[in-house]
């Protein structure tokens, strides 16, 4: 047996790493890349011998081929993408902030939605914080987490300029219905510097049980299973405690795939987007 | 006629750890609005929502003071600090219902554009809207003038240039005032930090450059070595001549009677706050880094001149503990 086909929605920065991370899977295969217009990411796709489509969902929902669609869009176009796309049958992973479906942070709870057929993948500072505010959590039961993100200026696409709101909204949010602390906050900042800096992220905890060894066990174990598809994602501290508040500090470097390894916010998002779908493909291919 | 911006209750709150109470609010907010002040900025030091582990928590919720201090003014205009990335859409309109009729929102020098959709729904409800450029010194004065039209096109009532560092000379300040003077149609405004001892003579060059609106503070309370000093300003613009709305005696009274007895700390020009301003390094690191250079047992000085060769930015506390941790361990 092969592998899943699948199509990418959005040819831009996320959509054109994202089919770069399919090409070199055991378990997907780049069937289609849609845009609006022959854009450099519609050119790339052709010229790598993909099909292309400037027609919108409409050419996906034909193609019986295609059971999962990223949807690197934006959340507005989303909207209007996820009732056609599920009327089609199509498991779709939603890279907008949209959050139609159920927020997904895969080495957290992504065994958790077996009949999901829309996973919304948070943001790129929830994939690199949650699972932390996660490990914190179990270890130690938080009743605040707050994150603070800092991507390089260059890695912050016009998508994440716009709605920047958007960023600290859901990844609140994701650090507690997810990470499971009674009250989350997130923070993001934009650095210019130059060489680009990698993204940065700090999880604070405030816990009722402070007890470092379990604190700092789990969190390296959690690294550990992160690394698993974002290798180079890593500790840039020893977990801290002081009194009943832990700090930990990571750094994500990117894999380089289509995007500079200085935005390993795109890089994180994207792997984690790609480990849903592997999961997918390999349950649809009796591989599980 | 020059404007004046009080930020005492903002950044000032920076030099008292975001301590003010309502009472405190309301006290000051009625002399500033008697020796007349035009607005008079509230929120954390950090903007609104800034109340959080990385920047300190707030005694007293920021919503409560602005309501306190929009129940006692008569003229000034009550205005609060919106940082996109920390502040949201949805606590700007709690601002507004609390009493908020001036916004000043505030990217860093280079990162205007995340501002947009903070400006465009402030136009909605009518506000007054200050486009603020922070670490201004990081900037070149055609990036600053770039970056200030970007504002200009979402329609801000005035571009401010914020020397979050306290890094600039006199003719550093004039150069980037002038050249977003020329360039706009809106008017300038200028926020300076006293960390090189500069910030009242820096404010002098802004409005003899051009700028409409100048940030001071009552005792020059605020982040690092402090801002502008309200009194000592109106005292030095009435020598120049300056025109201005400012009643000296009324400020001497906000300041000596009002602000002073509140102070935790001196607010003067140590070591460290100097080399906040040598380095670059934003103002608001300083408490940071002296509690993270106490825990770690090291030299705030270096931990300082670190952050500066990193080039942080403003709102990256969290790094000080990262520089923090590295340098101790390099130490063992």
């Known amino acids: 047996m092969g592998k899943i086909k699948v199509a990418i929605i959005g040819p831009g920065n996320i959509g054109t790493d994202l089919m770069y991370k399919i090409m070199k899977n055991d378990y997907l295969e780049m069937k289609m890349m849609v845009g609006i217009v022959e854009s450099e990411g519609i050119k790339r796709a052709k010229s790598l011998g993909f099909k292309t489509s400037l027609n919108g969902v409409n050419d996906i929902i034909n193609d019986d081929e295609i059971k999962i669609v990223f949807d690197a869009t934006s959340a507005k176009a989303h ?4 009732p056609i796309l599920k009327a089609a049958n199509k498991i779709v992973i939603d890279m907008t902030p949209a959050a139609i479906g159920s927020y997904v942070v895969p080495c957290v709870n992504l065994d958790e939605l077996e009949n999901e057929n829309n996973f919304n993948m948070v943001t790129c500072g929830g994939q690199a914080t949650v699972p932390i505010a996660y490990a914190i959590h179990k270890a130690a039961e938080s009743e605040y987490t707050e994150i603070v993100s800092c991507i390089a200026s260059k890695s912050a696409g016009p998508g994440t300029r716009a709605n920047i709101d958007e960023f600290t909204e859901t990844t609140a949010k994701a650090l507690e219905i997810i990470g499971g602390a009674k009250k989350g906050k997130a923070i993001i900042i934009l650095n210019p510097a130059e060489p680009p800096i990698i993204m940065t992220n700090t999880i604070y905890s405030i816990v009722k049980n402070p007890d470092y060894k379990k604190i700092s066990e789990a969190v390296y174990k959690i690294v550990n299973q992160i690394q698993k598809y974002v290798p180079g994602y890593r500790l840039r501290t020893e977990p801290m405690l002081y009194e009943n508040k832990v700090t930990v500090i990571i750094e994500v470097e990117g894999a380089g795939d289509f995007l500079p390894a200085y935005s390993g916010n795109l890089d994180i998002i994207n792997a984690a987007a790609i480990e849903v779908a592997e999961k997918i493909a390999k349950e649809r291919l009796g591989k599980l | 006629m020059l404007k004046v911006i009080d930020t005492t209750l903002r950044d000032g709150s920076h030099a008292v750890s975001h301590s003010f109470t309502a009472e405190q609010v309301r006290d000051i907010s009625r002399v500033l609005d008697q020796a007349g002040v035009d607005i008079i900025e509230i929120s954390h030091g950090d903007g609104l929502a800034g109340s959080s582990i990385n920047y300190g928590f707030s005694k007293t919720n920021e919503l409560e003071l602005i309501k306190a201090a929009s129940e006692v003014v008569k003229n000034a205009k009550i205005g609060v600090l919106l940082l996109p990335g920390i502040g949201t859409i949805a606590d700007l309109d709690k601002a507004y219902d609390a009493g908020a009729r001036v916004v000043r929102i505030a990217t860093h020098v280079t990162e205007a554009d995340v501002a947009i959709e903070h400006i465009k729904h402030a136009k909605e409800k009518g506000m007054f809207i200050v486009g603020f450029l922070m670490m201004i010194h990081m900037a070149s004065p055609e990036k600053i003038v770039e970056q200030a039209k970007i504002f200009e096109e979402n329609g801000v009532d005035y571009i401010n240039l914020a020397d979050s560092a306290g890094h600039l000379t006199q003719n550093e300040v004039k150069e980037r005032i002038e050249a977003v003077k020329l360039s706009c149609n809106v008017p300038v405004g200028f926020h300076a930090h006293n960390n090189l001892g500069l910030a009242v003579a820096n404010s002098i060059t802004a409005i003899e450059s051009g700028a409409k609106y100048i940030d001071a503070t009552c ?3 605020g982040a690092g070595a402090g801002n502008c000093q309200l009194e000592v300003l109106s005292a030095v613009l009435n020598r120049l001549n300056i025109e ?49 250079a106490e825990i770690y047992n090291l030299s705030v000085i270096d931990i300082l001149e670190e952050l500066g060769k990193r080039k942080m930015v403003g709102g990256q506390e969290d ?11 390099k130490k063992e």
């Open chain 1, 79 to 82: 909207l209007e993408n996820a």
């Open chain 2, 219 to 221: 005792c020059g309370l």
């Open chain 2, 244 to 292: 201005n709305n400012l009643d000296f005696k009324k400020l001497l009274e906000a300041s000596e009677k009002h602000v002073r007895p509140l102070l935790q700390r001196p607010q003067i020009i140590d070591a460290a706050a100097l080399m906040l301003g040598y380095s670059g390094v934003y103002s608001s690191f300083l408490l940071h880094a002296k509690r993270a």
């Open chain 2, 319 to 329: 790094m000080i503990i990262d520089v923090a941790y590295h340098l101790a361990n």
